[in-house]
């Protein structure tokens, strides 16, 4: 009798850890039916949006919006939410974002700014203007938002062109310094490009450079022919080609700022006298 207790009593224990097991595994490991965890994530995206939506203009609001298309993509991604609902909220945010940044953009050209500040620009409107929908729909349309993107990036473009003007100081020839002098000064006075100081300085400084490599350039020839002019088969047809060259010089001295010194070039040519047997 004591026996068939103790087994009763020991199925019973087996029956009740058995049974323990099962119940844990069904509340602990397998997740809870009821709960939609893409509405979840769709309603911490929609938050994320309102609150976007919500900041105002500035670094905080160029981070918020980085933050929030990182979520939107991560969650689209890994189908935390429907290509429908990525959609939506794209469109909820990504077109007036791109409104503000856009006009806070051109105004900002409109005053002081740095190339640093540009090339921000430019890459967060090629951001904007890549930004698609699930069908590959453009999620920036607008007529005047795109406006005012060709308009950052053309700055952009034209600043790469007088930066590159502004570092070629060599002189080549007349016709070159005479080109690029003036496209300096074209860019000098652009609408934007006029606000960038360093852009600016660099510019008007393009001139004198070009007139201190053209001096240089002359003063070579003339102090080479003065060393050692029977070097030259022709002395006197030597001796013309450098007055021409002087002469050059001299007249693009108005648009270099300064004469460094035709005066004295041209009276070192005119010492080197002739020997008699080339009469």
């Known amino acids: 009798m004591k026996t068939g207790i103790k087994i009763l009593l020991l199925m019973l224990a087996i029956a009740g850890a058995v049974f323990g097991v099962l119940y844990w595994q069904k509340t602990q490991v397998e997740p809870p039916k009821n709960i939609s965890i893409e509405g979840n994530n769709l309603a911490t995206l929609k938050a994320h949006v309102e609150t976007l939506n919500a900041t105002q203009q500035g670094s905080e609001l160029d981070k918020?919006?980085?933050?929030?298309?990182?979520?939107?993509n991560f969650m689209t991604a890994e189908g935390l939410i429907t290509h429908e609902q990525s959609d939506e909220q794209l469109r909820a945010f990504a077109p007036a974002y791109a409104n503000g940044y856009t006009s806070q953009a051109l105004s900002k050209l409109g005053s002081s700014w740095t190339h640093d500040d540009l090339k921000a620009m430019a890459q967060r409107c090629?951001?904007?203007?890549?930004?698609?929908?699930?069908?590959?729909?453009?999620?920036?349309?607008?007529?005047?938002?795109?406006?005012?993107?060709?308009?950052?990036?053309?700055?952009?473009?034209?600043?790469?062109?007088?930066?590159?003007?502004?570092?070629?100081?060599?002189?080549?020839?007349?016709?070159?310094?005479?080109?690029?002098?003036?496209?300096?000064?074209?860019?000098?006075?652009?609408?934007?490009?006029?606000?960038?100081?360093n852009l600016v300085t660099r510019l008007q400084a393009l001139p004198g450079k070009i007139g201190d490599s053209h001096f240089a350039t002359v003063r070579a020839a003339v102090n080479a022919f003065v060393g050692n002019p029977q070097a030259y088969s022709d002395i006197n047809a030597k001796k013309n080609d450098l007055y021409k060259r002087i002469s050059e010089y001299s007249g693009m001295t108005h648009r270099y700022g300064s004469d460094k010194g035709s005066g004295e070039?041209?009276?070192k040519v005119s010492s080197v006298s002739v020997p008699s047997y080339y009469y």
């Open 64 to 72: 918020a919006f980085d933050r929030t298309l990182d979520e939107l």
């Open 126 to 197: 090629k951001l904007l203007s890549n930004l698609t929908t699930t069908d590959g729909s453009k999620v920036v349309d607008d007529s005047d938002v795109t406006g005012r993107i060709t308009t950052i990036n053309k700055v952009n473009t034209d600043y790469g062109k007088a930066s590159a003007i502004a570092s070629q100081t060599r002189f080549g020839s007349v016709a070159s310094a005479k080109q690029r002098i003036s496209d300096a000064g074209r860019y000098r006075n652009d609408t934007y490009l006029r606000h960038c100081d």
């Open 265 to 267: 070039l041209h009276s």
